[in-house]
């Protein structure tokens, strides 16, 4: 039986990813591996340990934190900028061309060598990523285009000795259908958070609230996160 | 003017390379990085710093050990494998197929997306690593490749939004044509350190002195650093 190294950072895309991949492979072939880079807050990191727990996979964490010192990435917690309240759409019309505020500095790129490191160690012959088109559109996110995943998964490919692949079930969806695709698989949605601000409940203004918000009326269902937080 | 982030080891490769970087751009506009993987002794990345600061550039030192933690590869301070006293070329004979044992996994991917971040993060639009077709051969160390250095090239082109590129000066070449280039520029070697073993001097029998003693041989000149242990 394959193994699968899923990277999962406790949001809906990864979580659902990490849903499908225990689907396909099992509960004890699966491991899911979190990133901690420097963000404001924990409530990610908590919400993939959650899940995890959920799906009774082996559950790695790395710190590499000390790898984004330098940036002044919106996200980060020594950061000066604040975190855009307004769509990617909006803000991708300010940027002239570059990233949105909110790109960690080949956060993907990073994630998914560690991640093709680790498989490596583990004895896994795939690393899963939850990468949709709706973050790579208008190159908010670059490091979520089908380009971006096509060459990286040729350098772990040759790079890994052909031992390991890369696996993005998302590149061609937007994160409608990844919803869509959860509520078959039953995803507890009510576990991850997306919310790049730390506070009780999310804030429904960043960009990645909006996204979310979105994609769960598509589906024409309350979001169970949010219904926690129903006054 | 371009910056350029060069990865460097203190072993002759990079530093040829760190010295061509410097050679176009100039001491300001060129950053050497060291990586801390969990090596079994210090001698290379003392060597990183001895040579940054010969050439006056910006040293920047991360530690990813964390990554490597499961890994066996002989290499590791934690590992139960002897790095193993022969050539590459004895050594896959026995490997069918496989990297060899001092393969770190995907370890030149994981340093080069770290160097694109931290690329990002200083304003430099080019990663300049020293990967050469000896290392490659018979898919030793696979990470080494042109397909995988191709790739890796894409990957970050794209996942940066189009604003770092690799270089590889090398990939083409062999050992001996690097160390050609290196007298050239008069690089320091004598305070380069390439063997596998942490002793007071180099063994003299592990691949990469077995290699390294070749690839000055094949200029005709004595290697400096050797020159200093001369009894």
Redesign the interface.
């Known amino acids: 039986m394959k193994k699968a190294l899923v990277l999962s950072s406790g949001g809906v895309d990864s979580t659902t990813c990490l849903a499908m991949a225990v689907s396909e492979y099992g509960s004890s072939n699966v491991i899911a591996l979190s990133v901690i880079y420097g963000q404001k807050h924990s409530k990610e990191t908590e919400a993939a340990k959650k899940v995890a727990d959920y799906y009774h996979v082996k559950f790695i964490e790395?710190?590499?934190t000390?790898?984004?010192?330098?940036?002044?990435c919106s996200l980060l917690s020594h950061s000066t900028e604040e975190i855009p309240e307004e769509s990617y759409d909006s803000q991708l019309k300010k940027t002239d061309?570059?990233?949105v505020s909110t790109?960690?500095?080949?956060?993907?790129?990073?994630f998914?060598?560690?991640a093709?490191?680790?498989a490596?160690?583990?004895g896994c012959s795939e690393v899963w990523y939850g990468a949709h088109m709706d973050d790579a559109a208008g190159?908010a996110y670059?490091?979520c285009?089908q380009?971006?995943a096509d060459?990286?998964n040729?350098?772990?490919w040759?790079?890994?000795?052909?031992?390991?692949k890369l696996t993005a079930p998302f590149i061609a969806s937007n994160k409608a259908g990844i919803v869509k695709k959860g509520l078959e698989l039953g995803v507890p949605y009510e576990l991850t958070w997306s919310c790049y601000e730390g506070g009780d409940r999310p804030c429904g203004k960043c960009g990645t609230c909006i996204d979310r918000r979105k994609a769960f009326e598509a589906n024409g269902v309350e979001d169970p996160a949010m219904a926690l937080y129903r006054d």
């Open positions: 790395i710190d590499l000390a790898v984004f010192a330098d940036s002044n061309g570059k990233p790109y960690v500095p080949f956060r993907n790129g990073l998914l060598s560690c093709a490191s680790i490596l160690s583990e190159s670059p490091d285009s380009a971006f060459a990286m040729t350098a772990i040759e790079g890994s000795g052909r031992q390991v």
